[in-house]
């Protein structure tokens, strides 16, 4: 027999987990079941990030997501508590810093001011503010930096279980199996069918699928611009060990970040501009030794006797068309909605796109923020939104 659903969320990660507990929590009374392919979340983007948030973006929306998703962020633990246990976010707010040389120095000033207008928590820091923040930088080529006070970085593994466990408790069902098939009846959502033949009866279908949501769309003939595309990151043990503690640095080429870990290791990760589309999961020791350590040790020369300790590779999601994500109503299919496509920054903004998602899903507008901007429909219209501050 058919199970009945109203709405049936693709994708357990961390904003498929996130829109299913905001419909829940914001009062949702259909029944809402969400399919996951994976109960590991091995290969999932959400379990493999670096786990940082920062409220410096270029885009008015994308500062206002992650002033919201902030709120959330620093008092996560308690939101989320199933039963007396709270949940494991391990928010460090240890700061978020751009370095500037004189190239990118006028685009990160004015990002600042439009940071600033909105009330972030950014200052613009001097050589000197620089070393005082980090004493063993090296600063000969920088003019100084942008630094976010509010930002830091979380445990993704443990944001992403609080969702899952939250939601569970207020009534979201998960079922581990994966959706091959979505069943569109004149242009509206009718089910979708999964690898073990389910076949599951909704009005709503929401994908959010990450690195496979183009797979996922196209099940309901839509063209998604989304490809999964490889980061690697690494973890390495320093000799000399620092008596404070690192905010997450994006060094000058905007492609490079460090951060510390536990334990004072250092979590640290390069972006390849041209790396090809895939699902690759392979790591790659060789550009740590030859690339990301040396770059790192060149800031901070300190850093430059290590152990490698471990490295993976995840999947971005990444937008092809203009780097940002594609929220809302996907196409002419009614009943299908989504959020994908969010390259490098969907773990900090998971609370934010949940409760916004779940919010035109139930009232047919945003309340929270205004996130049209992000709607499928500009890639009709031409209005194509572009972040300068991506990583
Ligand atoms: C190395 C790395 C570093 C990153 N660093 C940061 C960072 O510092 N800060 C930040 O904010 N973001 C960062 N990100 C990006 C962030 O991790 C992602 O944007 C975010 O996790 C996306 O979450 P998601 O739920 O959309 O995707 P995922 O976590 O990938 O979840 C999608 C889920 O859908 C499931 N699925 C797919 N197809 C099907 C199907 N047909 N049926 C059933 N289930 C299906 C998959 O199994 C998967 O579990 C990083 C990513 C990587 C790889």
């Known amino acids: 027999m058919k199970k009945v659903y109203d709405i049936v969320v693709i994708g357990g990660g961390i904003i498929g987990s996130s829109i299913a507990y905001n419909l829940v929590k914001e009062g949702f009374d259909g029944k809402i079941l969400l399919i996951e392919k994976d109960p590991s979340y091995q290969f999932a983007s959400s379990t493999l990030s670096a786990g940082g948030v920062r409220e410096q973006f270029s885009l008015p929306e994308n500062i206002k997501i992650s002033q919201y998703s902030l709120n959330i962020f620093e008092n996560f633990d308690e939101i989320m508590e199933v039963d007396g246990d709270k949940a494991h976010a391990e928010f460090k707010q240890h700061g978020y810093l751009f370095l500037a040389n004189e190239k990118n120095w006028p685009k990160i000033r004015k990002n600042h001011e439009i940071q600033k207008s909105l009330g972030a928590h950014v ?21 100084g930096g942008s630094f976010g006070s509010r930002d830091g970085y979380l445990d993704p593994y443990g944001v992403m279980q609080g969702f899952i466990k939250r939601g569970k408790k207020l009534g979201v069902e998960y079922l581990y199996e994966e959706v091959t098939g979505i069943e569109v009846k004149r242009k509206k959502i009718k089910g979708v069918i999964t690898n073990k ?7 709503i279908v929401v994908n959010a699928a990450g690195p496979y949501a183009s797979i996922v769309g196209k099940m309901a003939g839509i063209d998604l611009p989304v490809e999964p595309v490889r980061k690697m990151a690494y973890v390495f043990d320093p000799k000399i060990k620092f008596d404070y503690d690192l905010p997450l ?7 490079l970040y460090f951060r510390h870990e536990s334990g004072k290791t250092i979590l640290t990760g390069k972006s390849i501009p041209d790396e090809p589309p895939g699902f690759n999961f392979e790591w790659d020791r060789n550009f740590f030794m030859q690339v990301v350590w040396p770059q790192v040790a060149r800031r ?10 471990r490295g993976w590779a995840g999947l971005y999601a990444m937008n092809r068309i203009d780097g940002n994500a594609i929220i809302g109503h996907f196409g002419d299919v009614e009943g299908f909605y989504g959020a ?3 390259s490098g920054h969907g773990l900090q903004q998971s609370p934010a796109i949940g409760k916004c998602l779940s919010e035109l899903i139930q009232f047919g507008k945003y309340q929270t923020i205004d996130l049209s901007c992000f709607s499928f429909d500009r890639f009709k219209t031409g209005k194509l939104v572009f972040e300068e501050e991506m990583v």
């Open 300 to 309: 901070i020369p300190a850093l430059d006797t290590a152990k490698l300790m």
């Open 249 to 255: 640095v994006i060094d000058t080429d905007g492609l």
């Open 123 to 143: 200052s613009l820091l001097s050589i000197n503010d620089l070393k005082k923040l980090i004493p063993h930088l090296k600063t000969d080529d920088l003019v």
């Open 197 to 203: 033949d389910e076949q599951i009866s909704c009005r």
């Open 340 to 342: 994908v496509g969010f």
